[in-house]
């Protein structure tokens, strides 16, 4: 089992910038990896996901613009460079690795190993 490490989460005005990475203990270069998110008192929901091959990348439309998914499969670690951030950015970011190889990584159904989250707030 890949155990995933989330960092790079802070408080930020709204405006700025933050890059999140997800580090893995083990290969991730076969498999679709995404991002996701929690807000207080809502579900998780999608991000954005990169595919296996770092062709093709999707994201949520309330993102779309402004965050930029990427990967380093030498270096077994999964970004999300978030600029223009806004307020309603403010969650628990997590990333995931889809269970099945050489995945697309939407829709996102395949997720089934997941970080502890690291927490992203945006004052206004």
């Known amino acids: 089992q890949v155990q995933l490490v989330e960092s790079g989460g802070g408080l930020v005005q709204a405006g700025g910038s933050l890059r999140l990475s997800c580090e893995a203990s083990?290969?991730?270069?076969?498999?679709?990896m995404g991002w996701f998110r929690q807000a207080p008192g809502k579900e998780r929901e999608f991000v954005a996901a990169?595919?296996?091959?770092?062709?093709?990348?999707k994201y949520a439309e309330s993102v779309q613009g402004r965050f930029s998914v990427s990967r380093d499969n030498a270096k077994k670690t999964l970004y999300l460079q978030m600029t223009s951030l806004k307020p309603e950015d403010t969650a628990v970011y997590y990333c995931?690795?889809?269970?099945?190889?050489?995945?697309?990584?939407?829709?996102?159904?395949?997720?089934?190993?997941w970080g502890q989250g690291t927490q992203v707030t945006v004052s206004s």
């Open positions: 995931a690795k889809e269970r099945t190889p050489y995945g697309l990584g939407y829709p996102p159904r395949g997720f089934g190993s």
């Open positions: 083990g290969r991730i270069s076969t498999y679709a």
């Open positions: 990169i595919d296996w091959s770092a062709r093709s990348a």
